[in-house]
C-alpha cells in the first residue's frame, strides 16, 4: 500500500504578510484617490483663478481683430512676412486664457505694424535731430530739458506690447496647466479606485480560501 502523503501544514507566518500587504493596498488607494481629489479642486480653482483674473482688466477686442483685417493692413503696410492670427477677438471680452493668448498674438501683429516690422533687437536706441532712429549716442538728438539723449519711442513701445503679451500668455499657460492638473487628478481617482477594488477583491478570495480550508 502507498503511503498517503501527510497534509502540509500552513505556514504561521503567510497570515500576517497577507494583512500587511492588504492594509498597503487599501493605503495607497486611499492616497492615489486623496491625490487624485486634491489635484482636482486645484486645477479647477487655478483656472477659475485665471478667469477671474483676465474679466477684471477688462479687454475687449478691438474691431480690426479678425484674420482677413488683420491680413489687409499686412498687406497695406508691405509686411509679407508677418503672419496675421488665425483666431478672432474682435469685439469679444478677454474672459480666459484661450482668449487672452489670441489678444496677446494681435498685441504683437499692431506692434509690428507701428514698428515696420522690427523688433526690440532690430530698432536703433535714439533719434536724431531729424527724427530718424540712430544707433550712435553721439549722433542722436539731445532731450533740451533734461539734456539726455533722445531714446526711441518705438522700442519703448515693443517693450510695453511685450509686457502686455506676455502677462496673457501667462494666463493661458496657467489655464492649460489648470487643466492638466484636472486630467491628472482623474486619472489618478480612477487608478486609486481601480486599485482599492482589485485589492478588496484578493481580500474577498483569501477570505473565501481561509473559510473553505
Same mark, same amino acid.
Given at each position: 500500500?502507498?503511503?498517503?502523503?501527510?497534509?502540509?501544514?500552513?505556514?504561521?507566518?503567510r497570515?500576517?504578510?497577507?494583512?500587511?500587504?492588504?492594509?498597503?493596498?487599501?493605503?495607497?488607494?486611499?492616497?492615489?484617490?486623496?491625490?487624485?481629489?486634491?489635484?482636482?479642486?486645484?486645477g479647477?480653482?487655478?483656472?477659475?483663478?485665471?478667469?477671474?483674473?483676465?474679466?477684471?482688466?477688462?479687454?475687449v477686442?478691438?474691431?480690426?481683430?479678425?484674420?482677413?483685417?488683420?491680413?489687409?493692413? $499686412?498687406?497695406?503696410?508691405?509686411?509679407?512676412?508677418?503672419? /496675421?492670427?488665425?483666431? #478672432?477677438?474682435?469685439? %469679444? =471680452? *478677454?474672459?480666459?486664457?484661450?482668449?487672452?493668448?489670441?489678444?496677446?498674438?494681435?498685441?504683437?501683429?499692431?506692434?509690428?505694424?507701428?514698428?515696420?516690422?522690427?523688433?526690440?533687437?532690430?530698432?536703433?536706441?535714439?533719434?536724431?535731430?531729424?527724427?530718424?532712429?540712430?544707433?550712435?549716442?553721439?549722433?542722436?538728438?539731445?532731450?533740451?530739458?533734461?539734456?539726455?539723449?533722445?531714446?526711441?519711442?518705438?522700442?519703448? $513701445?515693443?517693450?510695453?506690447?511685450?509686457?502686455?503679451?506676455? /502677462?496673457?500668455?501667462? #494666463?493661458?499657460?496657467? %489655464? =492649460? *496647466?489648470?487643466?492638466?492638473?484636472?486630467?491628472?487628478?482623474?486619472?489618478?481617482?480612477?487608478?486609486?479606485?481601480?486599485?482599492?477594488?482589485?485589492?478588496?477583491?484578493?481580500?474577498?478570495?483569501?477570505?473565501q480560501?481561509?473559510?473553505?480550508?
Amino acid at each position: 500500500m502507498r503511503a498517503e502523503a501527510a497534509p502540509t501544514a500552513p505556514n504561521p507566518s503567510r497570515k500576517p504578510m497577507n494583512r500587511v500587504f492588504s492594509i498597503g493596498g487599501v493605503v495607497a488607494s486611499v492616497i492615489l484617490i486623496a491625490v487624485g481629489i486634491g489635484a482636482i479642486v486645484i486645477g479647477a480653482s487655478g483656472i477659475s483663478e485665471v478667469r477671474d483674473d483676465v474679466k477684471r482688466e477688462n479687454i475687449v477686442g478691438t474691431p480690426d481683430m479678425t484674420p482677413s483685417k488683420t491680413t489687409a493692413a $499686412l498687406e497695406e503696410a508691405g509686411l509679407d512676412d508677418v503672419e /496675421a492670427p488665425s483666431c #478672432s477677438i474682435a469685439g %469679444q =471680452q *478677454v474672459t480666459d486664457g484661450t482668449k487672452a493668448k489670441c489678444f496677446a498674438s494681435y498685441i504683437r501683429v499692431h506692434a509690428l505694424e507701428a514698428t515696420n516690422g522690427q523688433t526690440y533687437a532690430e530698432m536703433p536706441r535714439f533719434l536724431d535731430e531729424n527724427g530718424k532712429p540712430v544707433e550712435d549716442e553721439a549722433q542722436a538728438a539731445k532731450d533740451p530739458e533734461s539734456g539726455q539723449p533722445v531714446e526711441n519711442g518705438q522700442r519703448n $513701445l515693443w517693450v510695453t506690447a511685450t509686457a502686455l503679451s506676455t /502677462a496673457l500668455n501667462t #494666463s493661458y499657460f496657467a %489655464q =492649460q *496647466v489648470g487643466l492638466f492638473a484636472i486630467v491628472m487628478g482623474i486619472a489618478l481617482l480612477l487608478t486609486g479606485i481601480g486599485f482599492l477594488v482589485l485589492t478588496l477583491g484578493v481580500l474577498r478570495s483569501a477570505g473565501q480560501a481561509q473559510l473553505s480550508s
